[in-house]
């Protein structure tokens, strides 16, 4: 047993480090929780079980937008997963957090915004982003910015980029009808029970019947340009 001036060493200096941090991060999210309770949405940061299953499917090489970045724990997976720094953006819209944000993650783009407002800011990447990853409480989202969110998500993922959103509910959050609207559809990845409150993690992304749509849609209008075949 660890013993320190004849004293009991009650736990490793590192461990307790890093207990000291999470409880900082919780107190963060707490107070800016009770400034903003409609934004935050909740009173504690999701747990690295939730962070897991968001980055489900991330590998190396892959770009990333962030949305609510809160506390970091979901960046810091996404970052575990092996994403570089540069082919990732965090969208934060509460000020405290971004400052701290950005002095966890150095030369992570970390940028004070709206997410509703994610277009804007997609070509600060390589390319179009392979995923988006949310942490935003669209429970809470009216219709009409459930309806601007994804359909500004799906303007700028790769094609076969996937969004993917965590709920406190054992459904989707985002309506059936704004999915179809976007040729989407939305699969269970995972469950993170033990999380406060029990998390449900879920991949939006576009169906081949979406897909089929699409490429109907630009058919039709190269034809009107006088572009494309015409049948005979």
Not at 49 to 61: E, F, I, N, Q
Not at 95 to 122: C, M, T
Not at 169 to 175: F, G, L, Q, S
Request: aromatic share 8%; with cysteine; net charge positive.
């Amino acid at each position: 047993m660890n013993r320190i001036n004849g004293g009991l060493l009650s736990e490793p200096v590192e461990k307790k480090s890093k207990r000291q941090s999470s409880w900082y991060q919780h107190g963060r999210f707490f107070f800016a929780w009770l400034r903003n309770p409609r934004g935050v949405g909740a009173v504690l940061p999701s747990g690295p079980a939730v962070g897991k299953l968001l980055v489900t499917g991330v590998r190396p090489g892959a770009r990333v937008i962030e949305l609510g970045g809160g506390t970091g724990t979901v960046t810091q997976a996404i970052l575990d997963a092996g994403v570089d720094r540069d082919d990732l953006i965090v969208l934060e819209k509460d000020a405290s957090f971004v400052k701290f944000l950005r002095r966890r993650f150095p030369g992570v783009k970390i940028i004070q915004a709206n997410a509703l407002e994610l277009d804007r800011y997609a070509d600060e990447l390589s390319g179009p982003p392979d995923f988006v990853i949310s942490g935003l409480p669209l429970l809470l989202f009216t219709s009409e910015e459930k309806k601007r969110l994804v359909d500004n998500i799906f303007s700028v993922l790769a094609p076969r980029g996937r969004f993917h959103q965590f709920s406190y509910v054992a459904r989707c959050t985002v309506p059936a009808e704004q999915l179809r609207a976007v040729g989407a559809r939305a699969s269970l990845i995972g469950v993170a029970p033990f999380n406060v409150p029990p998390c449900f993690v879920f991949r939006l992304r576009k169906s081949a019947a979406g897909k089929h749509k699409e490429l109907s849609v630009l058919r039709s209008s190269l034809r009107k340009l006088g572009l494309g075949r015409r049948a005979g």
